[in-house]
């Protein structure tokens, strides 16, 4: 009988060799969400009676950080590729955080908004183009702002928002709301906090389950024996 070549040999995700590292990239993408959101939050706090425009791109690059590392939990989760090996991996990681409440950890719209940014814009830019209203907007982008409020008007195919520091109501492109912590972009949303919340929910349940020895990252040996 010939032999199987290792490319053919069958093996389930819990008998592979490198599994460690997945539950590792998991911990340290869940860390980075928490202490990304950390700096976002504390960079951009926001007192009741304070009202601010920014349109610093540290703060955005900071977002864009959390909802890649978000995106990358996701991949872990969730495969989309039907081959064994990645359902398998995908089925079991699902099944550790089997229980716990994730919502905006598998909020993937507002991530595809930004991925795919110039698609979704195209279709925001037919949307404003062919609508017709005697009453004028501004479209904001790539700002953080400290409040805002919903401005309904009757026969608008989209929402708009009042701000204390425009006169006219304006419509989110890339848009943080700081005092909300929530980013939006055209019609869609995120609130950070959760995300955030929800990150810090998968670190530390994975440690309580003692997944691994360390309680930390910056305590991890780089590296594994493989025999």
């Known amino acids: 009988m010939p032999k199987i070549r290792n490319e053919e040999k069958k093996f389930t995700f819990v008998d592979s060799k490198l599994q460690d590292i997945f539950i590792r990239e998991l911990f340290y993408l869940c860390y980075h969400i ?9 960079e951009y706090q926001v007192r009741s009676d304070e009202v601010f425009f920014s349109s610093k791109m540290e703060g955005l690059d900071l977002v864009y950080s959390l909802l890649s590392s978000a995106a990358k939990v996701q991949e872990l989760i969730i495969s989309y590729d039907k081959t064994t090996l990645h359902l398998d991996r995908a089925n079991h990681i699902k099944s550790i955080l089997k229980g716990l409440n994730l919502n905006e950890v598998y909020n993937k719209k507002v991530r595809n908004t930004v991925e795919h940014f110039s698609e979704y814009l195209d279709e925001a830019n037919r949307k404003h183009t062919l609508f017709n209203s005697s009453q004028r907007y501004f479209v904001a982008f790539n700002m953080i702002i400290s409040h805002w409020e919903p401005f309904n ?8 928002y009042k701000t204390h520091q425009l006169d006219l109501p304006l419509y989110p492109v890339r848009i943080y709301i700081a005092s909300e912590k929530r980013f939006y972009n055209m ?16 670190k530390e349940y994975l440690s309580s389950q003692k997944l691994f020895k360390e309680k930390s990252p910056e305590d991890w040996v780089s590296g594994l024996i493989v025999c």
């Open 34 to 42: 928490e202490k990304t959101a950390d700096s976002l939050f504390s």
């Open 187 to 202: 019609d869609w949303s995120i609130n950070l906090d959760s995300l955030r919340n929800e990150a810090h929910l998968i």
């Open 153 to 160: 008007l009757a026969g608008f195919p989209f929402k708009l």
